[in-house]
């Protein structure tokens, strides 16, 4: 009985009279304060508090983006009921692929079905990604993280997939599980995560994304790194940084609204730009 007595909205009027109130009241609402203050936002269930991100995420650089986020919570709820509802019907509708893919990949090459490949995703946490097999297996694991124009590691059937993105359509299992969303930046390899600026690191509050303005800009990316020597040195320090400013802009205006004109600038660069 006293139990629900305690926990009861009359808790400051019974027990103000027995000097108990600030004891009890004023320790919880110092808290409360404290975590305003730090904009650790405890109430939220979208953003967790400044204090739980990662470490290395705990920068300066990364502070605007993150309070930024935090004042969009019903945009950050809704992306999420929107990843839900959009996934889970495009796998309805296009469960087909699915059984499909499977077949003409396993006939065109050897190996499996699904390119599993260790990616980065909202806070730093590591997933295997799925997308469906555009190499050649024994490639598959190459020293190269990028892809280049006319890449021999890439199958026939790979490269009809590729161009119209029909190997992201894997992507729909990650974005069921929460490891990924439809826009937002795209997942990177641990390798390349590890040479982001402490401002890059912001890009980590959001799931990482099937789509974003920076893939749609470098589309092309594959034919830009065909004649450098080094691919991986040309990714690294001129194209990721470039990259990079489309996503932090994105993620500096980021709104479901905003996302929607990604998601239909996507579907255009695919099918109506080539």
């Not at 305003?36 to 953003?47: G, V």
Request: proline content about 5%; aromatic content about 10%; charged content about 30%.
């Amino acid at each position: 009985m006293f139990r629900d007595i305690q926990s009861s909205r009359y808790l400051r009027m019974l027990v103000s009279g027995f000097g108990v109130c600030d004891a009890v009241v004023r320790p919880e609402r110092e808290r409360y304060i404290e975590a305003r203050k730090h904009n650790d936002r405890p109430e939220s269930d979208t953003m967790p508090p400044w204090h739980e991100l990662p470490q290395d995420m705990q920068d300066e650089a990364v502070r605007p983006y993150y309070e930024y986020l935090v004042s969009r919570e019903r945009d950050l709820r809704m992306k999420r009921l929107l990843d839900l509802v959009g996934a889970g019907t495009l796998i309805v509708l296009l469960g087909w692929l699915f059984v499909i893919l499977p077949v003409v990949i396993k006939l065109d090459s050897p190996g499996p079905i699904f390119f599993r490949q260790v990616r980065v995703t909202q806070f730093g946490k590591e997933f295997q990604i799925h997308k469906f097999r555009t190499m050649f297996d024994r490639q598959s694991a190459s020293a190269f993280q990028v892809t280049v124009n006319d890449d021999p590691r890439i199958t026939r059937v790979g490269s009809l997939m590729r161009r119209y993105r029909i190997d992201e359509i894997g992507q729909l299992i990650d974005i069921m599980q929460g490891n990924m969303t439809f826009v937002g930046t795209r997942p990177e390899v641990p390798e390349y995560v590890r040479e982001y600026t402490p401002e890059m690191k912001a890009t980590l509050l959001l799931p990482a994304g099937v789509t974003s303005t920076a893939s749609i800009v470098f589309r092309d990316e594959a034919q830009l790194l065909t004649s450098v020597d080094d691919v991986r040195r040309t990714y690294i320090d001129k194209i990721l940084p470039a990259k990079m400013r489309y996503n932090l802009d994105d993620i500096r205006n980021f709104s479901v609204a905003r996302d929607m004109r990604i998601v239909v600038e996507t579907i255009r660069a695919v099918f109506w730009s080539r």
